[in-house]
């Protein structure tokens, strides 16, 4: 698949649910922020850094902010290792509370780390705002 129409068409009917909610949000929260697949899931970038996205998992989407370890959210469940980000995870629409989700968005757009250019740091995160 190379469209998020594409991935979204893919999915079951609740899972699709869910997703066509998660684009939404994410669309009116950063309308400048460039969406695309990448690495077979839906994310947005904004100048070129991958900022939010999500993914169909066996039970569940995941909505995954690239630089969310760092949003002190509650909601928000930091991920393993080296790198900043954290999520959360969805199995029924319901589950979805758009104004977390805006909120969030409004941090992406504040925190963030260059994931751009970890290739070119040799896997050093760096904070670009």
């Not at 850094?49 to 002190?72: E, I, Q």
Request: hydrophobic share 35%; with cysteine; aromatic share 10%.
């Amino acid at each position: 698949m190379t469209t998020i129409d594409e991935f979204h068409a893919a999915l079951d009917a609740p899972d699709r649910a869910i997703c066509d909610l998660l684009r939404a949000e994410i669309e009116a929260g950063l309308p400048e922020a460039q969406s695309k697949i990448w690495h077979r899931h839906p994310v947005w970038f904004l100048d070129g850094n991958p900022t939010v996205g999500y993914s169909k998992l066996k039970d569940c989407v995941r909505m995954m902010f690239w630089s969310g370890a760092d949003f002190d959210e509650p909601g928000l469940k930091p991920g393993t290792g080296k790198f900043k980000d954290a999520s959360i995870r969805y199995t029924d629409r319901s589950q979805v509370n758009p104004e977390d989700i805006q909120r969030w968005l409004i941090k992406a757009q504040d925190i963030q780390w260059d994931y751009k250019n970890i290739v070119k740091r040799k896997g050093r995160l760096e904070r670009i705002s």
